[in-house]
């Protein structure tokens, strides 16, 4: 079945870069659109940054926008978030997440990598 799973998450000053990881199983890569999710413990998860399958768009919430980066590598079926000059608020949990091209849904979803910014 379809597994998406994280890595990179940790504990890190504000200021400080993270690049989180996300590698995907059992589907074409190739075909799907990426995104990144979080979610700041007491509040609704949020939208974060996406990539359209093509690699050509990416499309970012204004709160890390100029900060993050999303980037993929097909031929690994994996996605990555490169995080830059972090701030306390952007503490959460970090989920990943695809959809197939043509969908408005995200199908499948990775089980969340924590990210805490110390100030």
């Known amino acids: 079945q379809v597994q998406l799973v994280e890595s990179g998450g940790g504990l890190v000053q504000a200021g400080d870069s993270l690049r989180l990881s996300c590698a995907a199983s059992a589907l074409t890569f190739s075909n799907y659109d990426v995104a990144w999710f979080r979610q700041a413990p007491g509040k609704e998860r949020e939208f974060v940054a996406r990539?359209?399958?093509?690699?050509?768009?990416?499309y970012y919430a204004d709160s890390v926008k100029g900060r993050f980066t999303i980037s993929r590598d097909n031929a690994k079926s994996t996605m990555y978030l490169q995080m830059n000059s972090l701030k306390p608020e952007d503490t959460a949990v970090y989920y990943c997440?695809?959809?197939?091209?043509?969908?408005?849904?995200?199908?499948?979803w990775g089980q969340g990598t924590q990210v805490t910014v110390s100030s």
């Open positions: 990539m359209r399958w093509s690699g050509g768009s990416t």
């Open positions: 997440a695809v959809r197939a091209r043509s969908t408005s849904q995200y199908n499948y």
